[in-house]
């Protein structure tokens, strides 16, 4: 008897992700989820500079501002509430000091620039097609950072604007670094503010886009589809009953681990895990013989791993 109705999932046939690998994350929480699993199993990926983005429009100027190099300076920002803010970016780089935060939007911007030309993966994941346009500018931001509402005018993005969105994304892509594969994906996270028949709209909008746009360079991984249809019960979901839970994030990941990661990587994976656990032991006697012999074999297990791959560092 099957129990659970089952996305069909295809292994990858080349260019997956292993230890020589560099992926870059941009996008909503799926993206850090992900991105927290890559980096406890060391896996070198640079996740969200300018915090979680969750629309395209907003990964796409964060993208065409790396590719063109843009300088953040004083007009870029603005006081809010006793913190400086900047509408590309998510509040975690929000800063009680103007030049900090203008500081860290080049630095962050820098950053992406060089992460582009030397990722071998981009994992994009969108949350919402839903945006807020300033009034005052008529450009869409990525973060309201708690400004009136009345100073914007919300909008569904069409089909048909998130595929130009999603081609831009990929043409400016593409015009630093042509051999990178890209991954598409939506949070399944519903954004219930929005409402319930609106956000199922919204989805059905950034699914619909991607679509239009995969081909042989650029794929799509059903992690809405996984927990909508396999995991389609209220025990895999947080307190709020619209997160995920750690269970669900796990089993999510193990999908996307056999569908992305390379054979080769798992025997790696279970060694990295392996000396994670054993970082995380605490011992009943921190003198004792058998202490010491646990510290020096796993002393060695990291200095095995990094002999192999020396970026990785615990």
Not at 186 to 203: A, E, Y
Not at 278 to 307: M, R, T, Y
Request: hydrophobic share 35%; proline share 3%; aromatic share 12%.
């Amino acid at each position: 008897m099957n129990l659970q109705t089952k996305i069909p999932l295809k292994k990858q046939s080349k260019n997956q992700i292993d230890y020589n690998s560099n992926v870059l994350l941009f996008g909503s929480c799926f993206s850090e989820n992900i991105g927290k699993k890559l980096d406890y199993f060391k896996f070198q990926n640079l996740q969200n500079p300018f915090g979680i983005l969750f629309h395209p429009k907003a990964i796409e100027t964060l993208i065409s501002n790396a590719v063109g190099n843009k300088i953040y300076s004083e007009g870029d920002v603005f006081l809010n509430n006793e913190q400086w803010h900047c509408y590309d970016a998510h509040s975690k780089l929000s800063n009680t000091s103007k030049n900090y935060l203008i500081n860290q939007l080049n630095e962050q911007i820098d950053l992406t620039s060089s992460k582009l030309k030397r990722a071998s993966h981009i994992i994009i994941t969108f949350g919402t097609a839903w945006v807020y346009r300033d009034i005052k500018t008529d450009s869409i931001v990525a973060n309201c950072h708690k400004v009136p509402q009345k100073l914007f005018k919300k909008e569904l993005l069409s089909v048909q604007e998130i595929t130009n969105s999603l081609k831009n994304i990929l043409s400016l892509i593409r015009s630093v670094n042509n051999d990178v594969l890209v991954v598409f994906t939506v949070s399944p996270i519903r954004h219930t503010k929005d409402g319930f028949v609106q956000n199922t709209q919204s989805k059905a909008h950034l699914i619909t886009a991607i679509h239009q746009v995969i081909n042989n360079q650029s794929f799509y991984f059903p992690s809405f589809e996984i927990m909508m249809d396999e995991l389609r019960d209220y025990r895999f979901y947080n307190e709020d009953m619209i997160h995920p839970n750690q269970v669900a994030i796990n089993y999510i990941w193990d999908k996307f681990k056999t569908v992305w990661i390379s054979d080769e990587s798992f025997k790696v994976m279970e060694e990295v895990d392996t000396i994670q656990k054993g970082l995380k032991h605490k011992p009943f006697n921190l003198k004792s013989q058998a202490h010491q012999k646990f510290l020096q074999n796993l002393e060695a297990k990291k200095n095995q791993i990094h002999s192999h791959f020396p970026h990785i560092v615990f």
